[in-house]
């Protein structure tokens, strides 16, 4: 059995360690001292940071680190097909991301293992006045890990100031599928695209380096929505999906045709491409309504799930 390597020491509490470091522009320029709680007090920096290693023929957590407003529970065995891999939903206890927030989650899966991440419930970026706030994804992978990272949608409220950077190191033989949804904005107040700032950045990369993906986000309407609903962006709509599937386990025409098969005739505005190198491949979707959206990832990510491991996906509950 080959384990985790272990980890050097390191201060999770230290600003160097939560912080974004590189900000885009457009998020930089809104920096700001706060006259409430400022980054680095207590309940403002969340972090979470996770080791699974592949023990007895079944996926276990561990290394656990966690701060609160962010936190996991236990690792839960939901699927019958695959009794050995560990479903684990992240949640922060605030109910939301304020002004000064700087979280930061990291992911580890040794040799073998079959982790699923998901989130209690959507992400709602609240209102800012001071400051932006930032959150941190680092996820790997290592040979024959299977991971999937599949958080509900990001919402972004009037005045939000965000920037979310995710970088995926994917080890040859792994495998990671990785989803994200972000929304117009708190549509049901008639919240369309007035957020401040709303910037991301993927990197899927292999452990040496080489570059599978980068997809990079500026969304700033600035009194000008058509800066965020062009043919680039929104183009329109309220809803933006990717699905991004990082496999050797089939050939990435394959995989993108699975992914094509399985929303082709919904009347969906969608587009599929392979990624380099062989490496897999990805999907973007535009939608209107959050049910049809989330509908049409799921089945995009049931259909990859039967091609790649050969059983359908479990059920996943959330209240």
């Known amino acids: 059995m080959t384990s985790v390597p272990a980890r050097p020491a390191v201060d999770r509490l230290a600003e160097a360690y939560w912080s974004a470091g590189r900000l ?12 409430t709680l400022a980054p680095g007090s207590p309940a403002k920096v969340g972090i979470l940071d996770l080791g699974f290693e592949l023990r007895g023929g079944r996926t276990e957590l561990v290394e656990r680190y966690q701060k609160t407003p962010l936190q996991i529970m236990r ?16 949640m922060a206890t605030g109910g939301g991301v304020t002004q000064a927030d700087r979280y930061r989650i990291d992911v580890r899966c040794g040799p073998g293992t079959h982790v699923h991440l998901t989130t209690q419930a959507a992400t709602k970026v609240f ?11 680092n996820l790997r992978a290592d040979d024959g890990a299977y991971l999937e990272y599949l958080p509900d949608p ?8 965000f920037y979310q950077r995710t ?12 989803g994200e949804t972000i929304t117009a904005g708190r549509l049901a107040r008639g919240e369309r695209h007035d957020y401040r700032v709303l910037a991301t950045d993927l990197e899927i990369a292999r452990p040496d380096g080489t570059l599978l993906a980068v997809d990079t986000l500026r969304l700033v309407p600035d009194g000008d929505r058509s800066a965020v609903t062009g043919p680039a962006v929104f183009a329109g709509h309220d809803q933006l999906a990717t699905l991004f599937v990082v496999s050797d386990l089939r050939p990435a025409a394959e995989i993108a045709d699975t992914l094509h098969r399985a929303l082709d005739g919904h009347g969906l505005h969608f587009g599929v491409s392979t990624l380099p190198e062989d490496s897999g491949a990805w999907l973007r979707l535009l939608e209107d309504s959050p049910v049809r959206t989330a509908a049409a990832l799921d089945t995009a990510w049931r259909a990859v799930r039967l091609l790649l491991t050969g059983s359908p996906a479990p059920v996943l509950r959330k209240t």
């Open 24 to 35: 885009p522009a457009e998020v930089a320029g809104w920096a700001g001292r706060p006259d």
């Open 75 to 90: 690792p839960l065995r939901l699927d019958p097909a695959h009794p050995d891999a560990a479903y684990v939903y992240l």
């Open 127 to 137: 209102r800012m006045e001071q400051d932006y706030a930032t959150q941190l994804v």
């Open 154 to 161: 990001l919402i972004p409220f009037r005045d939000a100031r």
């Open 167 to 178: 970088t995926v190191a994917a080890a040859p033989g792994a495998t990671v599928v990785l």
